[in-house]
């Protein structure tokens, strides 16, 4: 289910141009984080991929459909949006009810709506939960309801804004093994994040917006390592990419295990082979 966005422009009632010529193509099953400052244009932009915001120029298609044409509400059948605050999204008395919604709403037959339901609690850790109200629950698993109500849908494409904003690290944890089994299904996830460790580890793609456009797009390694770039919109690369650089590396390490094989690359240049397994074993 590709994402084709062709000169898209949007301003607000009030006249703010919050999207200036915007042009890109997201394919399926791509993993696609979008950084940069708040009114950066972010949001804006997603919520055309939903039908959420309609184009004041240029188009957006979901697979075959342009947006324009099409109803939100059949447009929810391919595009899941997770909110930021799950008190947005959550409306029923019971998390299995909140969770079925998405699916019957969508006409799926009940055995099929049964198994949805089933895999998106075991998925966000909700099972044994089914018949707590979800305001009866804290923000961080009012998050996960809300997130299992959008993966029981099964749509092609999944979108999260800020998924890790007030959560715990197992609550992150757990985020990233939904995105990670998301795409073993060969889903398209595209998130809107502040986080830029969270980013680097469970991204491929960067896209970093300011001031309405692109400022930049492509691998995660090659957006992430442009510092100088990133600060235009107020973004800082990720914590290892940052220590990488104060260490005179060219490499753009975006998880421990790529950093630590760099390490041992570079002590064994300045000790050669022995000494950097020694000084590792140590």
Avoid at 103 to 108: D, F, M, S, T, V
Wanted: glycine letters at 10%; aromatic letters at 8%.
């Amino acid at each position: 289910m590709n994402i084709e966005v062709e000169d898209l422009h949007f301003s607000y009632p009030g006249g703010v141009e919050a999207l200036r010529g915007i042009t890109l193509r997201i394919e399926g099953g791509e993993l696609v984080a979008m950084v940069g400052q708040n009114g950066s244009g972010k949001t804006t932009l997603v919520k055309h991929f939903n039908g959420l915001l309609q184009p004041s120029r240029g188009c957006v298609r979901v697979g075959d459909w342009d947006t324009r044409t099409v109803s939100v509400a059949r447009l929810a059948s391919r595009v899941g949006y997770v909110f930021q605050n799950p008190d947005d999204q959550l409306f029923c008395k019971t998390v299995a009810e909140e969770v079925a919604f998405g699916p019957r709403n969508l006409g799926y037959a009940p055995e099929k709506v049964e198994q949805l339901v089933r895999r998106a609690l075991a998925w966000t850790g909700l099972t044994g939960r089914e018949g707590t109200n979800p305001y009866d629950l804290s923000p961080t698993w009012r998050k996960m309801v809300a997130l299992a109500a959008v993966l029981s849908m099964d749509t092609p494409v999944v979108i999260f804004d800020e998924p890790t904003t007030g959560q715990d690290w197992q609550s992150v944890a757990r985020m990233a093994r939904v995105i990670a089994m998301l795409r073993e299904e060969g889903k398209t996830v595209i998130t809107i994040t502040h986080d830029m460790d969270f980013c680097a580890e469970n991204f491929t793609r960067v896209i970093a917006l300011g001031g309405g456009q692109v400022l930049l797009d492509g691998p995660a390694d090659e957006v992430l390592g442009e510092a100088e770039i990133l600060a235009q919109t107020f973004v800082e690369p990720p914590q290892l990419v940052r220590l990488a650089r104060r260490l005179g590396w060219k490499e753009t390490p975006l998880t421990i295990p790529v950093f630590l094989d760099a390490c041992r690359r570079s002590v064994r240049k300045e000790d050669g082979a022995d000494g950097a397994e020694r000084r590792f074993d140590t």
